[in-house]
């Protein structure tokens, strides 16, 4: 089933579940914000998906955006006296961009096809507990080596579907190894994925005995909104 959303390409990977603050400036997500709180956009949802190359995505070059991403919800926005917006929004469901509106608004507008997980057979169903909890251990292991992270752990009441992007939301990981996670429709296999990512980086974190820090922190860099 196919359906349209406003999107806001960013240079960051929303994962469902995780929370995306964003501070708006830009004429045009302004007009989105304002659609979102006043209902002209049903359900206060909007589509963020990836930018695989800079920081801005124009008329000419929509193909940088990646093919996979997450809807964002709404959940608080606050008016600046300058009409800027500061938003609070939480990852919901993934969905595959099939075409891009330039025209229609003063933003783009996708359509895009939900992106549910593909169903796993009965051996594979019986063994993802024990993916979970050695996602789990390598998440425990990375903190260790870390020193400290985002937020904290899952959990024990947190789905095996959900379970990754939960583990992955707490770490700093690259924009790619988050993009094939979203992308992925197995959840044996994204549990595997972000065991495997988390025992690389808490070994980097342990040779270099230092953490990396987010690009944020180091600069201001240009930015679509």
Not at 159 to 188: I, N
């Amino acid at each position: 089933m196919t359906t349209t959303l406003p999107l806001f390409p960013l240079g960051t990977v929303l994962l469902p579940g995780a929370s995306l603050p964003l501070h708006v400036f830009e004429p045009r997500y302004r007009q989105l914000t304002v659609d979102l709180v006043t209902g002209a956009v049903p359900e206060k949802t909007f589509g963020v998906v990836s930018i695989k190359q800079g920081w801005e995505v124009g008329a000419e070059n929509v193909e940088a955006l990646s093919d996979v991403g997450c809807t964002a919800v709404l959940q608080e926005a606050r008016r600046l006296p300058d009409g800027r917006f500061d938003l609070t929004t939480k990852g919901g469901r993934r969905f595959r961009l099939l075409e891009v509106d330039e025209e229609s608004a003063p933003y783009l507008v996708a359509t895009v096809q939900w992106l549910p997980d593909t169903a796993a057979p009965p051996e594979v169903e019986a063994v993802l507990p024990l993916l979970a909890d050695s996602a789990r251990a390598a998440h425990g292991r990375y903190r260790q080596a870390a020193y400290q992270s985002v937020g904290r752990p899952p959990g024990p009441d947190t789905g095996v579907a959900e379970l990754a992007y939960a583990l992955a939301g707490d770490c700093l990981l690259t924009l790619e190894d988050r993009q094939r996670l979203l992308e992925e429709t197995s959840p044996a296999r994204r549990l595997r994925m972000v065991r495997k990512v988390l025992h690389r980086e808490a070994g980097i974190l342990d040779a270099l005995s230092a953490v990396p820090a987010p690009l944020s922190e180091l600069g201001h860099l240009p930015h679509r909104n």
